[in-house]
């Protein structure tokens, strides 16, 4: 059997963090500041994240920091005097994407662990033997790659150095991410971590001598999307992942909610453990899907690793999200089941609502919300106000960080 691989997950903040370790995370990835390409999620100024680096580091667990922005020539300077701020934390690995960052890092931070991003789009056993000689110890690959071409990259390595791969979440219309179409229309620089997804915005196509009678560019018997990708899930192809040598499954969604976080990374853990806990009698349990069925995301589909984009680009068929399920609080103690437990709310519930607890390493559980009181003890019929606290009693076990979620 294959070493297990580790479920990494985003970690946009530090709510977003305690849900990714809780809900069954070997790993995290983050950012600063600055350097990191998802500069619209909230990211860890220094103090937050020597912070995170302790926390991960109490559960036995790992904390990856991104520095895989494309810097230019002035920002070398900022970039030097931010690893070297750093350089005392702890930090585990770095994902860098640009050949001047992993010189630089290996200049200030010699013994630091090189993870080479997704943006250098590996997509060959000649490119990743390339960057493994450069010292880097794992890759990520590029998303256009297909099962057996991720054999082949592994087959071509020494065993030491690992390989990972995103296994769900949001995928990029630009090859391995790597969009100038921000920074065109809006000079928001995608390989600076400001890219603001106009591949899903609505487009329109004006012919030069009929500019009154703009021709909408979406799904209907006269066109679609053209930019829109779907969102990966792969929860479905586990063994086929570990077979094709990956070591480390990746989750995208550091914008994304806590509870995305949360749903999203117990989803794979519970895939994962049970494949290893019998490879043989293994078969997949379609509640892990009904979870991930639970969170934001664009028409599912599993990325390029069964068929190359020439042979379906995954595109989207609609605009939107399908929403999900309302997170309504989470749990701010332990309690027994029939005990009175404490929460803080997150969006509004009401008594006789039907509502779903979620726990690690378990799918939902579903009751009937009847009972709430406020802090002084007094019934009341909702929770109405944002991060108020408030008492309910469920018919089971409840822990610190349980999530409370509406059941439709």
Not at 357 to 362: A, D, E, R, T, V
Request: aromatic content about 10%.
């Amino acid at each position: 059997m294959i070493k297990k691989p580790e479920i990494l997950s985003p970690a946009g903040n530090f709510e977003k963090l305690r849900a990714a370790i809780r809900y069954g995370a070997d790993a995290v990835y983050l950012a600063g500041k600055s350097f990191g390409m998802r500069s619209s999620s909230d990211n860890f100024d220094l103090d937050e994240l020597k912070q995170a680096c302790d926390y991960v580091h109490s559960f036995g667990k790992k904390l990856y920091l991104t520095v895989n922005t494309m810097p230019h020539g002035d920002e070398y300077p900022a970039l030097r005097e931010f690893l070297e701020e750093i350089s005392s934390f702890g930090i585990d690995a770095m994902i860098v994407a640009d050949l001047g960052v992993i010189a630089t890092i290996k200049e200030i931070l010699p013994e630091m662990q090189i993870h080479i991003s997704t943006q250098a789009g590996i997509t060959s056993p000649a490119a990743a033997l390339a960057y493994a000689r450069l010292g880097a110890s794992r890759l990520v690959l590029a998303r256009e790659l297909t099962l057996p071409e991720i054999r082949a990259i592994r087959d071509s390595l020494p065993p030491e150095i690992e390989l990972e791969a995103f296994v769900h979440g949001a995928m990029c219309v630009s090859y391995s991410g790597r969009c100038l179409l921000s920074n065109m229309l809006i000079g928001r620089d995608a390989n600076r971590g400001m890219c603001a997804q106009p591949c899903r915005w609505n487009y329109t196509i004006l012919e030069e001598k009929r500019l009154d009678l703009p021709i909408p560019v979406e799904q209907d018997e006269k066109g679609t999307y053209i930019m829109s990708s779907k969102d990966m899930c792969t929860v479905e192809l586990i063994p086929q992942l570990v077979a094709a040598g990956i070591n480390s499954f990746k989750i995208e969604g550091r914008v994304k909610s806590a509870y995305y976080t949360a749903v999203v990374t117990n989803s794979y853990r519970m895939a994962l453990d049970a494949y290893y806990n019998d490879p043989e009698g293994y078969s997949f349990d379609p509640a892990w899907m009904t979870e991930l069925e639970s969170v934001s995301h664009r028409e599912y589909a599993t990325g390029f690793y069964l068929n190359t984009p020439a042979e379906n680009a995954q595109l989207c068929a609609s605009s939107g999200y399908i929403r999900e399920k309302s997170y309504l609080a989470t749990a701010q103690a332990n309690a027994d089941a029939g005990e009175l437990c404490r929460f803080m709310q997150k969006n509004k519930l009401i008594v006789n609502e039907e509502v779903e607890l979620l726990s690690p390493g378990k799918t939902g559980c579903r009751f009937t919300l009847t009972e709430l009181y406020d802090e002084n003890g007094e019934p009341i019929e909702s929770a109405p106000h944002p991060s108020m606290t408030f008492f309910a009693r469920l018919p089971f076990d409840v822990k610190e960080g349980d999530i409370l979620r509406g059941a439709n």
